[in-house]
């Protein structure tokens, strides 16, 4: 599997915030991690690429961040604009957001409010929306911030202001999102410590004003890219697939404990540490999956990945429900509306609810597929619709037909490829 997105562009950020050389193997090449490579460029770190995910980054320090010449242009990709509009709220310098269609419809305010609270100034457009300019403030406020929704992007927006920031930031969790910036931070020398208190509240708190140690870092196996290739072996018929290099936090993992609730034959080999995070290899065999009700306190650890959960649950025995997924319909797509949509010209019987699908599924017979509707499915300018549909083509009759796979290469550039080779 290619490195982890997530990962990939908090390695970026924070090799480029460290006095120093730092290194990266493993970076996912995407459009995304690219977009964030360029922004940190034009704020005056030294960003190369070396070879095949291998880079050399050399920063400029904590609080040294440059006045970028032109509008950053963030493309497709959220995390990028979320977390370098943290970058830049606690550095005396201003800076111009901008991004693609999807991007420019996704909400703002939930990284506006923390950072206007931290002294930032912020003019968004109608709605918190892109394009946004960011004028940091120095110094900045320390907040002790509780998160309204739960949302990676924003802890770490919060944190990353904080960086940069006197005295000590405090984000509360109460519901865990994926920690890697806790565990990135950490390993670059700054001041972190996370509390878990018994309801499973994390509070982190991070010491400002401190410098990072520029690090080796190797990028481990994005889960979020593997749930593809894991829910296309278990719908089709024979299948047995090695999956390579799979990131395993737990924060990431909560596809594989719903798929294996399913039925779903997933089996752990060779684990191991990569860049301090857990991963293994996949061997993942088709499987009879039975429809399952989706515990909706899993939902931040497999987020992005209820797209691939629909197909699977699309080809299993019985009902599937999930509920508690608001967060769906404002990421690159509204994932409900547009996979209801696309499952259903592929021939799912899907109901579509406030928050969440309610999925009837085939009990493994094929779905129809697109062809005869005469129109393909609709990706909305997102990768993972995209992917998701192309999975749900091989346990198909007529195949289905997507309208757009540029996007895939926000994430997953070699994803076409890669399904063309195992299905030859
Ligand atoms: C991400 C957090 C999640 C996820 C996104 C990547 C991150 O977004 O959907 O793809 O890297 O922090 P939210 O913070 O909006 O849940």
Redesign the pocket.
Known sequence: MPGD??IS?RAIMLCALAVGESRISGLLEGEDVLATAAAMRAMGATVERLGDGEWRVCGVGVGSLLQPQAPLDMGNS??STRLLMGLVASHPIEATFTGDASLSKRPMGRVVEPLSKMSAAIESSDGGRLPLTVRGASPAVPITYRLPV?????K?AVLLAGLNTPGITTVIEPVP??D?SERMLAGFGAELSVEVGTDGTRTIRLVGETGLKPQEIDVPGDPSSAAFFIVAALIVPGSELVIENVGLNPTRAGLITVLRAMGGSIEELNPRQVGGEPVADLVVRHSALKGVEVDPALA?SM??EFPALFVAAALAQGRTVTSGLD?LRV?ESDRLSVMAAALTLAGARVEEREDGLVIEGTGGEPLEGTRSSGRPVATHLDHRIAMSMAVAGLASRQGVEVDDTRPIATSFPAFEAMLDGLTR
Do not use: C, L, N, Y
């Not at 739960?150 to 924003?154: G, H, K, M, P, R």
């Open positions: 997105k997530s562009h959220g995390t739960a949302s990676a992007q924003v770490s999102t994926r890697h931040p987020i992005d967060e990421k």
